[in-house]
C-alpha cells in the first residue's frame, strides 16, 4: 500500500522465546509513544506467535516466522507470516469468553485489543498472513 | 501465598500452573500475589482459569491479590474478573495503633451530661409473660426509641407479633459478588494499586535487548527454498 512505509522486518523461528521476541520486535520497531497501543500491540503479537507456533507448526521448533512492522497515517500495521499448517478460514475464538474454561481465548484477545485484524491463508502453499492494524490515539 | 512475579507467556505458564494447583491441593485457601506481574497473556490466564475450576470443584478458595494493570486489563478483557475473588491490600501498611483507625470515633462517652434527667430506676417496667409476644406498637414506635420522650408504660402493646415473611438472618447473609473487591485482613487500609510504570517500555532498543537475537535468519533444513527466509 502507498500509505504504509515499512519500518523493519525480522526473521524469527518457532520456539521457545519466540513469543518474547517477537514482542520486544515489534515494540522495538514500531516505536509507539502510546503506552496503551503498546501494550495493546504487546498482547495481540504474544497471542498471535504463541498460535503459530502451537497450532501452525505444531509445536515444532525452527518454524519460520517473518515480523514486519509497518508505519501507516493512521497507526501501524503488523503483518506475521509464517510457513505451518494454514487454517481455511480465520481462526474463531471463543464467543463467550466469560466461561471458566481454560484456553481458546486468544483469538478474542487478539479481536479486542487490534482495530483490525485479518487471517489470510497463503494461496500459493503452506502458512498464512496474519495483519493487524493498531490506531494511534488521540493523544499521540 | 504465591508471589507471582515477571512475564506468563508461553514459555513458562506450565510452571506457573504447577505451582497454583499444587498450592490448591495442600491448601483451603490460596492467594496469589499477582502485583509483580509485567505481562501476562492468555497462557497464564488460563492457569488461573483452570485453578479456579480446581479451587470450585474442591471447595477451595482461590483469590488473586493486587493484580498488576496488565493482570486487571486482561481479566477485564477476557470478561473474567466478576469470576474471580480479586483483593487489593496495601502491602506494605502498618497495622494502626488502637484508636487510631482511620475516622472519627463517635463523640459519646459514658457519664456524660446529655441534657436529660431521666432515672434509669424509672423505666423498670412490670411486664408479665414471654418478652418475645410483646413489640412496641407502630405508631408509638419513634416515641418510644427516643430516649427522653413520652416513655411510658402505655405506649406498649401487647399484640402478637406478626409471623415473618423472611428469615431474619437474610438481610445480613448477602454474598457480595466476586467482581468486588473485598478487603484484606483488618485492619490493613485499602489502596489502590499503583499504576506500573510503563513508560520505558516503548524505549526497548534492540541492539541492547539479550533476548532478541536477529541473526537467527539464516537458511533452515526444512524451509530452504522458502522466500520467507529472504528478508
Keep these: ?140 | 501465598m504465591i508471589q507471582a512475579s515477571g512475564v506468563y507467556d508461553i514459555d513458562n505458564y506450565e510452571a506457573f500452573r504447577t505451582e497454583l494447583l499444587a498450592a490448591l491441593k495442600e491448601q483451603g485457601r490460596v492467594r496469589v500475589d499477582l502485583s509483580a506481574v509485567t505481562f501476562m497473556d492468555s497462557s497464564g490466564l488460563s492457569c488461573l482459569v483452570e485453578a479456579l475450576q480446581v479451587a470450585q470443584r474442591d471447595g477451595r478458595e482461590l483469590i488473586l491479590q493486587n493484580p498488576s494493570s496488565k493482570v486487571t486489563e486482561l481479566l477485564d478483557l477476557s470478561a473474567l474478573s466478576a469470576l474471580f475473588t480479586i483483593e487489593v491490600v496495601k502491602v506494605n501498611a502498618a497495622a494502626p495503633a488502637a484508636g487510631e483507625l482511620g475516622f472519627d470515633e463517635p463523640d459519646v462517652s459514658v457519664g456524660e451530661d446529655w441534657g436529660g434527667d431521666l432515672d434509669l430506676d424509672d423505666l423498670s417496667f412490670d411486664l408479665d409473660g414471654d418478652l418475645n409476644d410483646w413489640q412496641i406498637g407502630e405508631a408509638d414506635a419513634p416515641a418510644a426509641l427516643h430516649p427522653m420522650d413520652g416513655i411510658e408504660p402505655d405506649i406498649l402493646s401487647a399484640s402478637k407479633p406478626e409471623p415473618q415473611s423472611s428469615s431474619p438472618t437474610e438481610s445480613t447473609s448477602a454474598v457480595l459478588p466476586k467482581s468486588d473487591v473485598q478487603r484484606g485482613d483488618f485492619p490493613a487500609p485499602v489502596t489502590p494499586v499503583t499504576a506500573t510504570d510503563r513508560s520505558s517500555k516503548n524505549n526497548l532498543n534492540l541492539q541492547e535487548s539479550p533476548a532478541i537475537d536477529l541473526s537467527e535468519g539464516g537458511p533452515l533444513e526444512d524451509y530452504d527454498d522458502d522466500p520467507l527466509n529472504r528478508l
Design chain 1, 1 to 140: 500500500m502507498s500509505d504504509q512505509t515499512l519500518l523493519g522486518q525480522v526473521l524469527l523461528h518457532s520456539g521457545p522465546g519466540v513469543a518474547a521476541r517477537a514482542r520486544a520486535c515489534a515494540l522495538g520497531l514500531a516505536q509507539l509513544e502510546d503506552s496503551s497501543v503498546a501494550e495493546r500491540v504487546e498482547l495481540a503479537v504474544s497471542e498471535i506467535i504463541q498460535n503459530i507456533w502451537r497450532h501452525a507448526y505444531q509445536g515444532r521448533n525452527r518454524g519460520p516466522i517473518k515480523l514486519s512492522v509497518y508505519d501507516r497515517s493512521d497507526g501501524i500495521e503488523i503483518q506475521i507470516e509464517d510457513r505451518g499448517v494454514a487454517l481455511s478460514n480465520e481462526p474463531v475464538g471463543r464467543e463467550n469468553s466469560a466461561e471458566l474454561l481454560p484456553g481458546g481465548r486468544g483469538i478474542m484477545l487478539v479481536r479486542s485489543v487490534a482495530n483490525q485484524y485479518e487471517y489470510r491463508p497463503n494461496p500459493q502453499g503452506a502458512g498464512a498472513l496474519q495483519v493487524l492494524v493498531f490506531e494511534r490515539g488521540l493523544t499521540t
